[in-house]
């Protein structure tokens, strides 16, 4: 009985950690579903979404450090190296708008990461 209660229960964590992964927005993909290859829109759809993703992120950084007050100075530690990791990943010297797209959207899917990662800190999945 044991044994099957915890595999109920990891499969619940596992569905959950998708069930609560936001990923983009249906606007979002109406917008670039709508761009039909035009960059100047690609961009614009883009940064919305990146402002809504960065408004999440906020929201989760802040309850998990509100909630984790012993771990603070691991958790912005831990803040700071993702900004690292964003910036070795999705910054190059690309100067083409083709290469400032793929960096947003570079950029973009992290934060989103990201915001999946601090949402199930606040659920207790991980």
């Known amino acids: 009985m044991r044994f099957g209660s915890a595999i109920f229960g990891c499969i619940i964590a596992l ?3 998708t069930a609560f992964a936001n990923g983009y927005s249906a606007v ?3 917008c670039l579903n709508k761009a039909y290859g035009d960059l100047e829109i690609i961009k614009k759809c883009v940064s919305t979404e990146q402002e809504k993703q960065n408004k999440l992120l906020k929201k989760y950084y802040e309850k998990v450090l509100e ?3 012993q771990h603070t100075v691991n958790i912005k530690q831990q803040r700071q190296l993702w900004q ?3 910036e070795q990943r999705c910054y190059s010297a690309l100067k083409s708008d083709f290469g400032k797209i793929r960096q947003a959207k ?3 899917e992290m934060t989103m990461n ?3 990662y601090y949402q199930s ?3 207790g999945l991980s």
């Open 84 to 86: 690292n990791q964003v």
């Open 67 to 69: 909630n984790n007050t």
């Open 121 to 123: 800190k606040q659920l």
């Open 15 to 17: 569905g959950s950690s």
């Open 114 to 116: 990201q915001v999946s």
């Open 106 to 108: 570079c950029q973009l």
């Open 28 to 30: 979002y993909t109406q």
